[in-house]
């Protein structure tokens, strides 16, 4: 039987033992959550020793483990790690999913469940793909190792460590990653760029207590609205951001990787329409692609504090929050960044209140090279399983431990994602397209036979 039969003929089995994964809430920043993100690393640890795999191990960590297996038999073979996240992001809000977020359901030729595209349905594409060349093919034809975290969603706080103390384990010649998204339905596409994080949060006090706001206002500074005045100085009405130091490190684009992006067939009409927008706005000078992939930008994504409840409450509150993330491009450190951030925040503070600034999680931006040999395979195997061209382009989010890859390990990762922009990854009703599952099964076993053949010739 040939991979792709046994594929075929196994299509119903692996989209139930996909349901069975989705159906573990393993929301990795919900600490009551903690035993099902453990059921979820059990549920990946059972599956790669079915595939009898020459080593299968879940390493505990300080936070939730990561599962682990390898099976290098050859001398002559390239090594490939695959890599992938278990985690996932909340739910909420609940109410906004038509379907109930852990009960993966099929409708219109998509899964809808919270981690079906991101990264659960991807990562598992890999899963089946070895079981089938292990099944029907007699074996993977390359060198593989497999790592699956569980804390991708929290910025993979002890996977550095991890890879940094497990180096000679995880030596490889490239890493697979399916945790990004097509350019568009059908078409296969390559992520060679995604870019960094720094998220901050910032909290602001005024007086010891919430007073009454006519009784104070006017006389008391009013936290709430020192931490909007602060906000709005950090980016001008250009988009471009006001941090001093903030673009010392951004390298220009060139005129190839704007030609590049100019090439690709970006529509964007469609892409306003799908997010009911009428404009669209970001930095002067560059294009909607350039600003969503190429620039680093800045973005509050939660502010709250006072009254926000039902009515109207006169109250001057006494403190205030929120939480700021930046996008970074390739240079830009992120601890750098986050230094940058936090003097310009408190250098823009009245004396009137007092101003905490805080890190949460990051991590640097990162490039494949193009000429990197593993992309020829991987881009053949996509055309040949999708019948179209493949695509090269670059992403906006962030996949922290990509750049840890190529420092640690010196390795260029390989990132071939199933998914698409309309798959609501962390939004209600995330989905991801059974044909892409399968089509992605395909591809993924296709890559190794072609890497080996390679290897071959
Ligand atoms: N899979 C995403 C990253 C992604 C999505 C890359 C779409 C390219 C296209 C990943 O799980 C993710 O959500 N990353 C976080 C960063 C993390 C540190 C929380 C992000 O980008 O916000
Ligand atoms: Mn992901
Ligand atoms: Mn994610």
Redesign the pocket.
């Known amino acids: 039987m040939t991979t792709n039969e046994f594929i075929e003929q196994h299509k119903e089995h692996f989209l139930d033992e996909l349901f069975t994964f989705l159906r573990i809430p393993s929301v990795s920043t919900d600490s009551s959550r903690k035993i099902e993100v453990e059921q979820a690393a059990d549920f990946l640890l059972n599956q790669l020793i079915s595939l009898k795999l020459s080593k299968v191990e879940r390493y505990e960590t300080q936070g939730h483990p990561i599962v682990y297996g390898e099976h290098c038999p050859f001398d002559d073979q390239p090594t490939v790690l695959i890599y992938g ?1 278990y985690d996932v ?1 909340p739910s909420d809000p609940d109410h906004l999913w038509d379907t109930p977020p852990f009960e993966p359901t099929i409708k219109d030729g998509k899964i809808y469940a919270r981690g079906a595209s ?2 659960k349905g991807q990562s598992f594409t890999h899963v089946k793909a070895l079981q089938s060349l292990i099944e029907a093919d007699g074996g993977v034809p390359v060198n593989i190792k497999i790592l699956v975290e569980g804390e ?5 706080p002890n996977l550095v460590p991890f890879i940094e103390s497990h180096k000679d384990m995880l030596q490889c010649d490239m890493v697979l990653i399916s ?3 097509m350019f568009g339905l059908d078409q296969p596409s390559i ?1 060679f760029g ?1 870019r960094g ?1 720094a998220y901050m949060e910032v909290e602001v006090v005024g007086p010891n207590r919430d007073l009454h706001s006519g009784v104070y206002g006017g006389a008391v500074e009013n936290p709430l609205n020192v931490l909007c005045e602060i906000i709005a100085q950090l980016k001008d009405k250009d988009g471009v951001v006001q941090i001093p130091g903030f673009y010392d490190k951004v390298e220009a684009l060139t005129l190839e990787d704007r030609q590049a992006m100019a090439d690709l067939p970006f529509d964007e009409i469609a892409y306003k329409s799908s997010l009911d927008v009428d404009a669209l706005h970001g930095e002067k000078g560059y294009n909607t692609l350039e600003r969503a992939s190429a620039r680093p930008t800045l973005d509050v994504n939660g502010i709250w504090g006072g009254y926000q409840g039902e009515g109207a409450k006169t109250v001057l509150p006494s403190k205030a929050n929120a939480k700021i993330s930046m996008r970074l491009v390739p240079n830009q450190d992120p601890h750098e960044i986050a230094r940058l951030f936090e003097q310009q925040v408190l250098s823009l503070a009245p004396d009137t209140v007092k101003v905490r600034v805080t890190e949460h ?3 640097y931006a990162s490039r494949t090279d193009l000429n990197f040999y593993g992309l020829k395979a991987a881009a053949s195997a996509f055309e040949e399983v999708y019948q179209n061209p493949v695509l090269f382009s670059m ?6 431990i990509v750049a840890d890859f190529k420092r640690v390990l010196g390795a260029e990762s390989i990132l071939m ?1 199933f ?1 698409v922009t309309s798959d609501a ?2 939004s209600p009703n995330e989905s991801f397209h059974v044909k892409d599952f399968y089509r992605g099964i395909k591809t993924s076993a296709r890559f190794f036979q072609l890497l080996a053949e390679d290897a071959k010739a």
């Not at 991708?152 to 993979?156: L, Y």
């Not at 992403?395 to 922290?400: K, L, Q, T, Y």
């Open positions: 996240h992001q991101d990264d991708e969603e929290i910025g993979s945790d990004t998204s992520t995604l994080l999680h990051g991590g992403e906006g989010g962030s996949i922290p994602g998914g990854i962390h």
